[in-house]
């Protein structure tokens, strides 16, 4: 008899066998998946939610020193298993569409937190860093701000200011940042130079303006805004993000981040050029990281900008701007052509598409994009395997939603988009087209819904989301509309279940992880979340504020409530 050592990734392990057992079991013959088995750590709990199709409720599975789940079982009740369960109710992890380098100071009352943050920081706000902000809305301000305003503060005045509107569609600077632009500026194609009530806000493509005087957070600030960001999101129960929008150099500190044994966060990464709407493939590896935590692989194009500034493109004028249709940030042609070149490269193609419009020129560019990279006998089939994405799909003609649905264009929504803007969706776009178009969940289940927050624009918290899809309420109030008090447009709203899955089986599959992720069965990602209730017996008033018990991603506790 003898001790024997076993290298695996994880480390060495050692075990004791007979010299004749050595001839029948030696590491070299033994199966991989029977040692990871062998040595995984099992979790029981009071009741474990599965979304398996194998079976949709146990109380206990293991794990592997690899972070997947080797088994999935009910241990019977009165078995020592049972009787040393954990308190708490499992669900799969959650994922997340968000931007993450969007990670700033979030503003309400702006001069008010600026003065205040400027307090406790008196060396933000220079030409070498810029003081960012995030969360003004012209609608509660009363008009458009200028530069002026902030100026109207002593403290403020002198000072490089960048805040983005609550869409992040538009960005509102100081006189500072006016001061470094020439005294005459050309309107741009697809944006706006807010000239009145005063300069200081530029919209959609006008944003490149300021865009390219902004200096860049070095490796060192990006690296402190996502594990910042890691923390927040595995607090509320996510694991996993799809990060809406990265550009080349922040991809490469990705792949930095991700090897290091510290970095618990799922990231799906699309793709932004420097440019945007630009082709960069060839300036893009794909990179799959076999451990599930990095996947680039697919990229995000922008056909048009957000309802509340008025930049959505729409088919027939605002209701209440009848000047205006909105603004196409690139044409129906060059979409179409950018759309086909990424998929000729192998990339999963996502088009952010609000108006009408847009998502009619984003399905029409799915469409070629189809049919020149796909040999299968319909564009349907040829969906399944590309799936490709339209991202937010808040106001889609009837007939648009039809050819959705017949190719299986993929949405990716956003559900308290809908319970932020309800309160003048009517206002910009007339009853009927808000009745026939805008903010469809349950009409278009059957492509989807990969559901999401569009964090920061929304708070990042999925639980206020599922709120928002299942009451069409706003999760910060409880309420709907003066119009619609017990939910805005009620039958579009989705059952808990469909909800649930669409913060977790829908991105798995709209990332091409279904089985990995958003599920718990043997040889998935070992990613779960553990709550004080079962979600079913949870009042759905409780979805506005769940405080959530532990976060796990790979078997690795990365979140335990105090």
Request: charged residues 20%; glycine residues 8%.
């Amino acid at each position: 008899m003898g001790w024997f050592r076993v290298r695996q990734s994880q480390g060495s392990f050692w075990f004791c066998a007979t010299a004749v057992g050595i001839g029948l079991i030696g590491f070299s013959s033994f199966p991989q998946t029977a040692f990871h088995d062998f040595l995984s750590t099992t979790h029981c709990y009071q009741s474990v939610r599965t979304h398996s199709k194998a079976t949709s409720y146990v109380n206990c599975f293991s794990v592997t020193p690899s972070g997947t789940f080797s088994k999935v079982f009910q241990a019977a009740d009165g078995s020592s298993l049972a009787a040393r369960a954990q308190p708490g109710f499992v669900i799969p992890g959650l994922w997340e569409y968000a931007t993450l380098y969007s990670l700033f100071l979030l503003l309400e009352d702006v001069r008010g937190r600026l003065e205040s943050y400027l307090s406790d920081h008196p060396n933000a706000g220079t030409r070498k860093e810029w003081l960012r902000g995030l969360g003004w809305d012209q609608m509660a301000l009363g008009q458009m701000p200028t530069a002026a305003d902030l100026a109207a503060s002593h403290q403020l005045k002198d000072r490089y200011i960048m805040l983005d509107r609550v869409d992040m569609h538009c960005i509102w600077v100081s006189e500072a940042i006016l001061n470094l632009l020439p005294e005459s500026i050309p309107d741009v194609s697809g944006g706006d130079i807010v000239r009145y009530p005063g300069m200081g806000v530029f919209c959609d493509n006008a944003m490149k303006i300021i865009m390219d005087l902004r200096p860049e957070p070095d490796a060192a600030k990006k690296e402190t805004f996502l594990r910042s960001a890691m923390t927040s999101l595995h607090k509320v129960g996510l694991v996993g993000v799809h990060d809406a929008g990265v550009n080349p150099g922040n991809l490469a500190l990705y792949r930095d981040l991700v090897r290091s044994s510290d970095w618990t966060l799922r990231v799906y990464a699309m793709v932004e050029c420097y440019e945007r709407n630009a082709f960069c493939g060839n300036e893009i590896e794909k990179y799959v990281d076999e451990r599930g935590f990095l996947d680039i692989s697919s990229v995000k194009l922008f056909a048009d900008g957000a309802l509340g500034s008025w930049g959505s493109a729409l088919i027939k004028p605002y209701s209440d701007r009848p000047d205006t249709s909105g603004s196409l940030l690139i044409n129906s042609s060059e979409l179409t052509k950018i759309a086909s070149a990424w998929a000729t490269k192998g990339f999963q193609v996502n088009i952010h598409a609000i108006g009408d419009l847009a998502n009619r020129n984003a399905i029409n560019a799915i469409e070629a994009a189809l049919q020149l990279t796909c040999r299968e006998p319909s564009l349907a089939m040829c969906q399944a395997r590309r799936r490709f994405r339209i991202e937010h799909c808040q106001i889609v003609h009837p007939d648009d939603q039809v050819r959705m649905r017949s190719i299986g264009v993929i949405p990716s929504i956003q559900p308290t988009h809908a319970t932020s803007d309800m309160a003048y969706v009517v206002e910009r776009l007339g009853r009927g087209r808000t009745t026939e178009e805008a903010y469809r969940m349950r009409s278009l289940l059957e492509t989807g819904p990969v559901l999401g927050s569009d964090f920061p624009i929304e708070p990042c918290d999925p639980f206020q989301g599922i709120y928002a899809a299942v009451t069409r309420r706003n999760p910060h109030t409880g309420q709907g509309t003066d119009d619609f008090p017990e939910g805005w447009y009620a039958e579009e709203a989705l059952s808990l279940d469909q909800a649930v899955r669409g913060f977790s089986e829908g991105p798995a599959y709209g990332s091409f992880m279904e089985g990995r992720a958003g599920v718990i069965q043997r040889g998935a990602f070992a990613d779960w979340v553990v709550l004080d209730k079962p979600l079913e017996e949870m009042d759905i008033e409780d979805f506005r504020s769940v405080n959530i018990r532990e976060t796990w991603v790979a078997g690795k506790r990365v979140y335990e409530r105090n």
